[in-house]
């Protein structure tokens, strides 16, 4: 049996005012997709267990097999593994975000205030999608700076550049991290910044003293400010959160007898990948955002099938696109997916065949399901049972739905915990298989 897992990350939504009162999913031409939920089966999925925020590191963890309150210690160290990096059992690990912010609030007397109504606030979490070569620029002038103004609190200090404005933080020293509260930037757009640097006890205030030094630092580099003079959103601040040590995991091989692989532009899922013991894939021309190369990822699946069990197709445009408010770039992501990714996937598991009618044929399956919510209309993740729909060997369903977040809730076929589903997909309803 072959299988593919299609992530459209953060797909899912509500009901939008600007789409008739419609979903994304719902307004999104995906004729591929929609004929797959006809044959197949629709339900939902808890990815976000209780006492979780709803993150692509703790859904994602979910949607591939494994318990989030078993083995996840923090977004950080998953996406550190995607990097290499050897670290040891006591290193804190951090994901860094390039952001922008509106600058210091007008009441503080620290620092200048932009004079703006965006003052104080966090604006983007991707400091305008920042590239790769002015991330690195500005996180290793970062660094030095930090060196020479506390060199105390930076010399257990690295940071190691990763994707745009993705990095990763590891303080090595005596520090210990565990009763500190963090929060994603992607968690408060046009929120006052201030009010959500790291809390609890002594070692927040080293976080909240190199992320202000960095809100003094960063806005004059020369960087910033040919962003700025191009019309750009410059990577005025760092922002440090997701923290946790490394955790151990099983690999999928031994819990399920099956090899694995993972395509995908996000250090996160192939960090993922890295512990449970899949290779990524590299394809050129993949990014974060709707100027990705669909059409070659969906051939990079299709050709992945010849070597491995399970493929995990995962795109991260439909997550980005919400985190900005743009819906019709989410529509647009969407319907991307379904023609490049979801078609000619289709057409390349066809050739495994059907065993319910051929005993010789080995036979697919296919999933496709958000990891969770990304409301385009606060422009947050969101915690509700996310859909999905599973279409291939032996599975059938007596109702047709189509693949949209209200059929998905109203169908009978819920998972939780969220983590159940990996079982169900690999082995509900085989033949031989009890």
């Not at 996180?139 to 690295?158: G, M, Q, Y």
């Not at 601040?237 to 395509?263: D, N």
């Not at 279409?391 to 189509?402: F, L, N, Q």
Request: hydrophobic content about 40%.
């Amino acid at each position: 049996m072959k299988y593919v897992v299609i992530i459209p990350d953060g797909a899912a939504d509500l009901p939008l005012a600007a789409l008739g009162d419609r979903t994304p999913f719902e307004v999104a031409h995906m004729p591929h997709t929609q004929e797959l939920a006809r044959k197949g089966r629709v339900g939902c999925a808890m990815t976000t267990p209780e006492g979780f925020e709803a993150g692509s590191d703790v859904c994602s963890m979910s949607l591939l097999g494994y318990s989030p309150e078993k083995y996840h210690t923090g977004r950080a160290p998953l996406e550190a593994a995607a990097l290499g990096l050897a670290l040891a059992p006591s290193d804190w690990i951090f994901r860094l975000n390039l952001v922008t912010t509106g600058g210091f609030p007008p009441h503080d007397s620290s620092a200048q205030s932009s004079g703006s109504s965006d003052a104080g606030l966090m604006l983007d979490h991707s400091a305008g999608a920042i590239s790769d070569a002015e991330a690195r620029t500005l996180v290793a002038d970062l660094v030095s700076h930090w060196h020479a103004k506390v060199p105390e609190l930076a010399r257990a200090i690295a940071v190691t550049p990763g994707v745009s404005y993705r990095n990763i933080f590891v303080d090595s020293g005596p520090r210990t991290y565990a009763d500190v509260q963090t929060t994603p930037p992607h968690a408060i757009p046009r929120e006052p910044w201030q009010q959500h640097l790291p809390a609890g006890g002594q070692a927040s205030l080293a976080l909240r003293e190199l992320m202000l030094l960095s809100a003094h630092f960063l806005p004059e580099h020369p960087v910033n400010q040919a962003r700025i003079a191009k019309g750009q959103r410059p990577a005025n601040m760092a922002w440090l959160w997701g923290q946790g040590t490394k955790p151990s995991v099983p690999t999928f091989a031994s819990r399920f007898g099956l090899r694995g692989a993972m395509i995908t532009s996000v250090d996160l899922l192939a960090g993922i990948a890295s512990y449970i013991g899949w290779e990524r894939l590299h394809v050129p021309g993949l990014t974060s955002y709707h100027d990705t190369d669909y059409v070659a990822q969906g051939l990079a699946t299709v050709e992945a099938l010849s070597k491995f069990d399970v493929v995990c197709c995962h795109v991260e445009a439909p997550d980005e696109a919400s985190h900005q408010g743009d819906y019709r770039t989410k529509v647009a992501s969407l319907e991307a997916i379904d023609e490049h990714i979801v078609a000619p996937i289709v057409r390349g598991l066809a050739r495994f065949g059907d065993p319910e009618h051929d005993s010789h044929a080995p036979g697919w399956r296919l999933l496709i399901m958000p990891d969770h919510y990304t409301l385009c209309s606060t422009r947050k993740h969101d915690a509700t049972p996310v859909p999905f729909l599973i279409a291939g060997a032996w599975v059938r369903s007596t109702v047709a739905r189509p693949f949209t977040e209200e059929a998905a809730l109203a169908s009978d076929l819920k998972i939780d915990p969220g983590h159940d589903l990996m079982e169900y997909f690999l082995r509900g309803g085989r033949a031989g298989v009890k």
